[in-house]
């Protein structure tokens, strides 16, 4: 049984030290049988651009022909006409991967130590330079601030050129990492303008360059630049082609389990970890899957990895109607929204583009998409997000194992909406404890957030149905028993105005759902007992009032 390659991301290494490996190696063909002149592959993290990114470096690269030839033998591409292009192309391959920084200052250090680094690794390129290029080079290696250092990935191309008299191969992985790191630490417009000369002088035009294969998350218009390659080939999760190069399929899954004595856990793992739509494909998750074959437990392993800083954008972003849509993921339904395709990190980082962000991180996928538009129809992908999501909205409006929460959904289970240890009771000493961690204006939030933890928390008990109405976002929940004996609910809840009266509030709260004859949806469910429940808040405060219906 082969080894596992947990935390292993470089293709020779996985492949030298026989450890399982699910051949992607098509890819180079798909590639090689297009003519564009950048590919740019956006996938969720984890999803194996990395590992792919080193292949294709393998592959091509032509100073290690023979030691590399032998890694692809029993590959795929080694069966194909393309296959003769092994080994017979300069590669230049850089990674942005351990490049953190905080300020402009620290990237460019890190940058520049990364190319030093390189060119010593190639020191034999500088025989052949010209005696101004090998000025060039010098500076490179010796001036941090030097002129040439937004040109690098150029002169790179240039020298390799130089020496093998052949168009390279330029291989750049982890492209947004710097943009996200600039966004965070507040000096993203001066990294734009340095990255904006990186990339044009690289790429745009450059008579050294055979084609260029860029990997990142997003795409990312590294403010207009990318945008303006005119031929290059896209590859995200909206667009079609290449679908099945990143991820496992089930086909794929299925083999894996079989050879590690998992085969009677393939719907499961399907469930947990698949789901992921590519273009026409549908994938799941490789990182997940490979930990699964490790300890053979259905756990959440690739949410388990993500960057902390990420999963704190995506919450903080998340405000009022983001949560009436979650309900909706959280019943397992699509949603339909306008999906950014070329995105900038002050743009994603907005309210209106969290589901761009969502979708492109790998923690919502296509249910289906219109490609006469960019709006799509988009959903959870498994269990593994659920429990995510599940998660992190309890942890944040609640706090898990929260005592109280558990006692006001047994509340619910047992009919008890008021007096002791009731539903009302326990909703007000959560309210006590947590409302002071929001500001005045923003209360309405936590409010949104406490009904999505309530549809989480139930819906393996109930149909959840939400809506939020009006000018004055009146939110409604519907909870259908599946257990027909117990009773339903339709509760409104609303946020009182400066002034407003709690008894009235909840009159014509209570009033709306009779108007609605909710009672007929009930009884086509085969539930004969509901109840109409009025919840209205004013700053700390709450009051339940209901009636059956």
């Given at each position: 049984?082969r080894?596992?390659?947990?935390?292993?991301?470089?293709?020779?290494k996985?492949?030298?030290?026989?450890?399982?490996?699910?051949?992607?190696?098509?890819?180079?063909?798909?590639?090689?049988?297009?003519?564009?002149?950048?590919?740019?592959?956006?996938?969720?993290?984890?999803?194996?651009?990395?590992?792919?990114?080193?292949?294709?470096?393998?592959?091509f690269?032509?100073?290690?022909?023979?030691?590399?030839?032998k890694?692809?033998?029993?590959?795929?591409?080694?069966?194909?006409?393309?296959?003769?292009?092994q080994?017979?192309?300069?590669?230049?391959?850089?990674s942005?991967?351990?490049?953190?920084?905080?300020n402009?200052?620290?990237f460019?250090?890190?940058?520049?130590?990364?190319?030093?680094?390189?060119?010593?690794?190639?020191?034999?390129?500088?025989?052949?330079?010209?005696?101004?290029?090998?000025?060039?080079?010098?500076?490179?290696?010796?001036?941090?601030?030097?002129?040439?250092l937004?040109?690098a990935?150029?002169?790179l191309?240039?020298?390799?050129?130089?020496?093998?008299?052949?168009?390279v191969?330029?291989l750049?992985?982890?492209?947004?990492k710097?943009?996200?790191?600039?966004?965070?630490?507040n000096?993203y417009?001066?990294?734009?303008?340095?990255?904006?000369?990186?990339?044009?002088?690289?790429?745009r035009?450059?008579?050294?360059?055979?084609?260029?294969v860029?990997?990142?998350?997003?795409?990312?218009?590294?403010?207009?630049?990318?945008?303006?390659?005119?031929?290059n080939?896209?590859?995200?999760v909206?667009?079609?082609?290449?679908?099945?190069?990143?991820?496992?399929?089930?086909?794929?899954v299925?083999?894996?389990?079989?050879?590690?004595?998992y085969?009677?856990?393939?719907?499961?793992?399907l469930?947990?970890?698949?789901?992921?739509?590519?273009?026409?494909?549908?994938?799941c998750?490789p990182?997940?899957?490979?930990?699964f074959?490790?300890?053979g437990?259905?756990?959440?392993?690739?949410?388990?990895?993500?960057?902390?800083?990420?999963?704190?954008i995506?919450?903080?972003?998340?405000?009022?109607?983001?949560?009436?849509?979650?309900?909706?993921?959280?019943?397992g339904?699509?949603i339909?929204?306008?999906?950014?395709?070329?995105?900038?990190?002050p743009?994603?980082?907005?309210?209106?583009?969290?589901?761009?962000?969502?979708?492109y991180?790998?923690?919502?996928?296509?249910d289906?998409?219109q490609?006469?538009?960019?709006?799509?129809?988009?959903?959870?992908?498994?269990?593994?997000?659920?429990?995510?999501?599940?998660?992190?909205?309890?942890?944040?409006?609640?706090?898990?194992?929260?005592?109280?929460?558990?006692?006001?959904?047994?509340s619910?289970?047992?009919?008890?909406i008021?007096?002791?240890?009731?539903?009302e009771?326990?909703?007000q000493e959560i309210?006590?404890?947590?409302?002071?961690?929001?500001?005045v204006?923003?209360?309405?939030?936590?409010?949104y957030?406490?009904?999505?933890?309530?549809?989480?928390?139930l819906?393996?008990?109930?149909k959840?149905?939400?809506t939020?109405?009006?000018?004055?976002?009146?939110?409604e929940?519907i909870?259908?028993?599946?257990?027909?004996?117990?009773e339903?609910?339709?509760f409104?809840f609303?946020?009182?105005?400066?002034?407003?009266?709690?008894?009235?509030?909840?009159?014509?709260?209570?009033?709306?759902?009779?108007?609605?004859?909710?009672?007929?949806?009930?009884?086509e469910?085969?539930v004969?007992?509901a109840a109409?429940?009025?919840?209205s808040?004013?700053?700390?405060?709450?009051?339940v009032?209901y009636?059956?219906?």
């Amino acid at each position: 049984m082969r080894k596992l390659p947990i935390g292993i991301d470089n293709f020779k290494k996985i492949i030298e030290g026989g450890y399982y490996y699910v051949d992607k190696s098509m890819l180079i063909a798909d590639i090689l049988e297009q003519s564009s002149e950048a590919f740019i592959f956006n996938r969720p993290r984890r999803f194996g651009k990395t590992v792919t990114s080193t292949m294709l470096f393998s592959f091509f690269d032509i100073m290690h022909t023979d030691q590399h030839r032998k890694l692809f033998e029993h590959l795929e591409i080694a069966k194909t006409e393309y296959f003769a292009e092994q080994g017979q192309s300069p590669v230049v391959y850089f990674s942005f991967k351990d490049m953190g920084s905080t300020n402009i200052t620290e990237f460019k250090t890190a940058f520049f130590k990364a190319v030093r680094y390189y060119l010593s690794e190639c020191s034999f390129l500088y025989e052949r330079l010209s005696k101004g290029d090998q000025e060039v080079y010098t500076d490179l290696t010796q001036n941090s601030n030097s002129i040439f250092l937004n040109n690098a990935l150029f002169f790179l191309t240039k020298f390799f050129y130089a020496y093998f008299g052949r168009p390279v191969i330029l291989l750049v992985d982890e492209v947004e990492k710097p943009g996200y790191d600039s966004y965070w630490h507040n000096y993203y417009e001066e990294l734009s303008d340095f990255l904006r000369v990186l990339y044009s002088s690289s790429l745009r035009g450059n008579p050294y360059l055979r084609f260029a294969v860029l990997f990142g998350i997003m795409r990312s218009t590294q403010d207009g630049f990318f945008t303006e390659l005119v031929n290059n080939k896209f590859c995200t999760v909206l667009d079609s082609g290449f679908d099945d190069r990143f991820g496992f399929t089930k086909e794929e899954v299925a083999a894996s389990l079989d050879e590690y004595g998992y085969d009677d856990q393939l719907d499961s793992v399907l469930e947990w970890y698949g789901g992921y739509r590519i273009g026409g494909t549908t994938v799941c998750n490789p990182w997940s899957v490979i930990n699964f074959l490790q300890t053979g437990n259905l756990s959440p392993y690739w949410v388990n990895s993500v960057s902390e800083d990420l999963i704190e954008i995506i919450f903080r972003l998340s405000h009022d109607t983001v949560y009436k849509d979650m309900n909706t993921l959280f019943n397992g339904e699509s949603i339909k929204k306008f999906i950014v395709r070329n995105l900038s990190f002050p743009v994603v980082m907005q309210q209106k583009k969290i589901w761009s962000l969502l979708l492109y991180n790998g923690y919502l996928t296509l249910d289906s998409h219109q490609d006469e538009s960019d709006y799509c129809y988009i959903r959870l992908p498994n269990i593994e997000l659920f429990n995510f999501f599940q998660n992190g909205f309890l942890e944040k409006f609640v706090g898990l194992n929260n005592f109280h929460f558990e006692e006001l959904l047994n509340s619910l289970r047992g009919s008890n909406i008021k007096g002791d240890h009731s539903f009302e009771s326990n909703m007000q000493e959560i309210f006590t404890k947590k409302i002071s961690e929001y500001e005045v204006d923003n209360r309405e939030t936590f409010y949104y957030g406490f009904m999505a933890c309530m549809v989480l928390a139930l819906k393996e008990e109930y149909k959840c149905y939400s809506t939020i109405e009006g000018k004055t976002e009146k939110i409604e929940l519907i909870l259908i028993p599946k257990d027909k004996k117990r009773e339903g609910y339709v509760f409104a809840f609303k946020v009182i105005d400066i002034g407003g009266s709690f008894k009235e509030t909840m009159e014509e709260a209570l009033k709306g759902i009779e108007q609605k004859k909710y009672k007929a949806l009930f009884l086509e469910n085969g539930v004969k007992k509901a109840a109409a429940v009025a919840v209205s808040f004013y700053e700390d405060t709450l009051r339940v009032l209901y009636r059956n219906m």
